[in-house]
């Protein structure tokens, strides 16, 4: 009996559309990351484009925009109030990722070697699961200098009220410990998730050739991290730059300007002080290239794409 030859355009994977799509690994991948490509696209690229035209005009929300070239850079350039913000921002940065980033490594280590419950996992991550408005209002009520627990428990012990919030020198920091307690559990995950790709065999033969735990942890551990730390320190970092919903709640930029972080500059040029959206989205583009600047750097510096992992095998 011969054999029924079916049509060229109905064999699988020869030919139509469907078996070209398939065929083309290339043309496939773009398929799957056109609908992120499209969101990214509509609500980040173009909006930012549009950020740094806005930035070379004046305009009021009510006028049309004029043109003014570098006039609103200008401003902000010799603006004191920029550069404090500036400072201020940079402060609480040099506050909330070290400590951050030491004490997510440590419960992640912990987590690994002595604890390995789902529900301890769980627990960890609820802060961060929490809103920051939330958690900034929590905050306000339990540093309260009258009738805050925190410092209920300072006088039990011995130690006078301490304004938090409201004093100049500890407002930063009090936000920084705000934000480190929301967050160190989260990254505390995402380290532990990294510590589940390191070989157990590499501890065990650190092991027989007489490492105790911190020559493991400094030799193996430390350096086995470095792309998940990488991740975590630029993504803390960009954070970081653009707080802005618990200094809303709890300082409100104050006292004295104490916690004015760059966000809440650009947020006065265009809600408190004048509306111009001009000298806002300028501040905007600079705080861009700071962060896109420190991004290389630590990307760079820290060797985001290289792996330490082929040097143990």
């Given amino acids: 009996m011969a054999a029924i030859k079916l049509p060229a355009s109905s064999q699988p994977g020869q030919s139509g559309l469907i078996g070209r799509l398939a065929n083309n690994q290339v043309l496939l991948g773009y398929l799957f990351i056109l609908p992120s490509m499209i969101g990214f696209i509509v609500f980040f690229a173009l909006p930012a484009i549009r950020s740094v035209i806005i930035s070379f005009h004046e305009w009021n929300l009510l006028t049309d925009a004029e043109f003014v070239g570098l006039a609103n850079y200008q401003d902000i350039f010799s603006d004191d109030r920029f550069w404090r913000s500036l400072q201020i921002t940079v402060t609480y940065v040099m506050w909330n990722i070290p400590v951050q980033t030491v004490l997510a490594v440590v419960i992640a280590v912990f987590l690994e070697r002595i604890s390995n419950s789902s529900l301890l996992r ?141 966000i809440v500059y650009i947020y006065e040029q265009v809600f408190e002080r004048r509306i111009n959206m001009g000298v806002a989205t300028a501040a905007s583009v600079v705080l861009f290239a700071i962060l896109i600047t420190v991004t290389i750097i630590q990307t760079r510096y820290l060797r985001a794409g290289q792996s330490d992992l082929a040097d143990y095998q």
């Fill in 122 to 262: 769980g627990i960890m991550i609820l802060p961060w699961l929490m809103p920051n408005v939330i958690v900034a209002m929590l905050f306000v009520w339990l540093l309260d200098p009258t009738l805050g627990l925190v410092n209920i428990f300072l006088q039990n012990i011995g130690i006078g009220k301490q304004a938090f919030f409201g004093d100049p020198n500890q407002a930063i920091a009090s936000v920084a410990g705000v934000n480190i307690w929301r967050h160190m559990g989260y990254n505390a995950i995402l380290i532990y998730a990294g510590l589940k790709t390191i070989p157990r065999s590499l501890y065990e033969a650190a092991t027989v050739d007489g490492a105790n735990l911190w020559e493991q942890f400094w030799g193996i551990t430390l350096p086995l991290l470095r792309p998940v730390l990488v991740f975590v320190l630029v993504t803390s970092v960009i954070g970081s730059f653009q707080i802005f919903d618990t200094i809303a709640v709890a300082t409100e930029g104050g006292p004295a300007g104490a916690t004015r972080t760059i």
